[in-house]
């Protein structure tokens, strides 16, 4: 079946840097997207979402592209922090008008000091 | 607000035993989710509600899961009887449906289920 997927497991990335998060998705019919982190411990948070109309969309040090042609959102982060490691997860909606949303199996970011 | 409210945090019980996890949503939100996490599967929605109404409960595993919504302030998952494979940590979500432009569901903390 149609599904979100991350080219990688795990990113490891040193304090300072920016950090590049991928997904691939799919499904065609998906015009909305999310990211989400996922703190050791806790539930997924809500980062940033973007709609099929937009290519980027900005918020306070993250950045989401949107890449219809190739299916491919990212997530960056600026100037990388210890507290942004975390599980970030991306999810779609997958062309539905109700509130489901499809969500990735996650990418690990690991802070190096 | 306290935000999305789930108890128990933990749960241990024997194989064959009835669990009942609970969820308390955000005040105001009309839609409620309930999801299972495991490394192999990742996240997946189980079930979710609109205005009490359940919408979609084609993620649930079977027949031994069933969740209820008896008001807008309370929802209950229960797996009975469970199995080992049912260990997980199950997370409950909710959102306010009408709000426009932000499909943001807001979680809660989890219950980590283990099945002996």
């Known amino acids: 079946g149609e599904s979100v997927g991350l080219h990688l497991p795990t990113l490891s990335v040193q304090e300072g840097d920016n950090s590049i998060i991928n997904c691939a998705y799919s499904?065609?019919?998906?015009?909305?997207f999310i990211w989400y982190k996922q703190e050791s411990g806790k539930g997924p948070q809500f980062i940033i979402d973007?709609?099929?109309?937009?290519d980027k969309r900005q918020g306070q040090r993250v950045t989401v592209l949107l890449n219809k042609t190739v299916k491919h959102l990212s997530l960056q982060i600026a100037a990388t922090q210890p507290g942004d490691s975390a599980v970030y997860f991306c999810a779609e909606n997958g062309g539905n008008r109700d509130d489901k949303i499809i969500f990735g199996k996650g990418t690990r970011l690991h802070i190096l000091p | 607000d306290a935000g999305v409210i789930q108890s128990p945090r933990h749960e241990v019980t024997e194989m064959g035993q009835e669990v009942t996890l609970r969820c308390k949503p955000i005040?105001?939100?009309?839609?409620l989710f309930w999801y299972r996490q495991t490394m192999m599967r990742g996240l997946e929605l189980l079930i979710y509600f609109n205005n009490n109404v359940p919408i979609d409960d084609s993620g649930m595993p079977e027949d031994r899961f069933s969740a209820k919504m008896p008001n807008a302030s309370f929802s209950t998952l229960k797996i009975q009887p469970s199995e080992p494979r049912d260990s997980a940590v199950y997370f409950c979500a909710s959102r306010q449906a009408e709000r426009l432009g932000n499909n943001e569901q807001f979680f809660g903390p989890g219950t980590r289920l283990t099945v002996l």
């Open positions: 499904n065609s019919a998906s015009d909305y």
């Open positions: 973007i709609r099929s109309n937009m």
């Open positions: 005040s105001g939100h009309n839609s």
